[in-house]
């Protein structure tokens, strides 16, 4: 199985700042034959549930602010949240799509000063 | 707009059995690999199951291969989950979720609201 490490488990943060989140895969997502990265991001809102926010690990869901940018490649990932919003308070995932089982990460809860 | 609705969550004892199901509406039901994740209390997420279009092929985690069977009815646009021997590491708020693209290895993108599912004796 694909193991995703995430870090930092936690952090707070003051609104305007920005903040960046690591997910580490144990083995490279990196697909050959599209030459895509199959890792996607999730943001949970205290008492909802998951939404998709950033799929081959850049490229934005449909209506998802642009202050959110997914980087990085083959087993090291970056969310990247730009100018925090109090609205960001939340739980983020990262998942592999690479192969079954499908994994995520433990999560990243972001807390705003 | 894409909505999944499911039902069927409770409490249950260890070793019983409980059937979850997810109304799906919004979108050709047909089209799409669907899928059921968990979340343990406080805790992340875990894929349980994936089905295809047809419903003629399923994939499973390790942890609910045996116990758990994912099935469609694409007539009813309905997706369900029949849960056997369930123990209490299955305690968990159960989503039904749409997976974004043709095949068993990709990304969810719309999540039902989720049902609860606590074992317990």
């Known amino acids: 199985d694909i193991v995703m490490t995430q870090s930092p488990s936690s952090l707070a943060v003051s609104a305007g700042e920005t903040v960046t989140i690591n997910c580490k895969s144990s083995?490279?997502?990196?697909?050959?034959?599209?030459?895509?990265?199959?890792l996607a991001w999730y943001q949970q809102k205290p008492g909802q549930s998951p939404k998709l926010l950033i799929y081959l690990a850049s490229t934005r869901e449909s209506g998802v602010p642009d202050r959110f940018i997914g980087s990085g490649s083959g087993t090291d990932f970056t969310l990247t949240i730009s100018s925090v919003q109090a609205e960001d308070l939340a739980n983020y995932y990262c998942?592999?799509?690479?192969?079954?089982?499908?994994?995520f990460g433990s999560g990243t809860k972001l807390e705003i000063k | 707009e894409v909505q999944l609705v499911e039902s069927g969550g409770g409490l249950v004892q260890p070793g019983r059995s409980l059937k979850l199901s997810c109304a799906a509406s919004g979108f050709t039901f047909s089209n799409y690999y669907m899928a059921w994740v968990r979340q343990a209390p406080k805790k992340g997420l875990e894929w349980v199951a994936t089905?295809?279009?047809?419903?003629?092929?399923?994939y499973y985690p390790d942890s609910v291969k045996g116990r758990f069977t994912i099935s469609r009815d694409n007539a009813k646009s309905s997706l369900y989950l029949q849960m056997n021997s369930l123990k209490s590491e299955d305690t968990a708020t159960y989503y039904c979720a749409r997976q974004g693209g043709y095949g068993s290895r990709y990304y969810f993108d719309y999540w039902g609201q989720g049902v609860m599912v606590t074992v317990s004796s």
């Open positions: 083995q490279s997502l990196f697909g050959s034959v599209r030459q895509k990265n199959y």
């Open positions: 089905i295809s279009t047809s419903g003629s092929r399923t």
């Open positions: 998942q592999q799509y690479y192969d079954t089982p499908l994994t």
